[in-house]
């Protein structure tokens, strides 16, 4: 009995919670092809495809402008991360001993601590840096709040690569860093995928630092340029849908590309 629940009831909650989450971007979609006269539900899909409110998404070319600020800071963040993060793991990975058991359990208490709790201290920082309304600033930030779940995800997956290779490639004459680059980084494309997908889309989707540390409009990123259709005077329902369709397929074809090596890259880090 509980075998036959488990062989329809996953499946069916699996469903469910698929549905859940695709219920927002069907809204979206639906209300992106609809005219401004259209008093339709939301939840009716027109039967005709009116393109307009991607013209009035895209007329001021603020959104060009937004999509190539995020997409740098998200490239340079995601290369930060994956060097700094790999490279940090790989020692805490490969030896053992009590500090390095310390410094990962600092690691995943730096991950616990909430974003807003320390803005304002951070502004400070920032500000007394020049780093307010400077793509390095932001990098910086984005990178450092990032780095923990990378560094948690590296450590784990290098576990599961033998010994015998460093041994191997030490005998031979490597030294720690040819033998990080040869030998261990390029065993690492499945959990590289997987930190590029989940800390990627992090920075993308990423609206709290971009809203107080980018405040100049030549430096907004997507998500501010989505939120700049709602004000308290008016609101263009139908431009954000569209804006936010248009944010969202570069990172579904991302997913499809990397799909493969991400689910190898968690499931093995977490097994092993």
Known sequence: MRRRMRQFGLPVLGLAIACLHLIPLYIVVSVSFKRMTDLSSRWHFPNYFYFGQFHDALADGRLFKAFGNTLTIMAVTAVLLVLIGSLSAYPLARIRSRFNRIWMSVVLGVMMVPTLSVIVPLYGTLQQFGAINTFWGIIAVLTAFNLPLCIFLYANFIRSIPRELDEA????????????????????????????????????????FP???????????????????FSDTSSNFGAASAAAV???????????????YFVAGLTDGAVK
């Open 246 to 260: 248009l944010a969202v397929v570069p990172v579904i074809a991302a997913f499809l590309a990397l799909q493969k």
């Open 169 to 208: 490639a030490k005998v031979d004459g490597c030294g720690h860093y040819r033998l990080f680059y040869t030998i261990v980084l390029p065993q690492l494309k499945p959990v590289t995928a997987a930190v590029l997908i989940l800390k990627g889309l992090k920075v993308w989707n990423d609206y709290e």
């Open 211 to 229: 809203l107080y540390f980018l405040q100049k409009p030549d430096n907004m990123t997507i998500t501010l340029a989505i939120s700049r259709f």
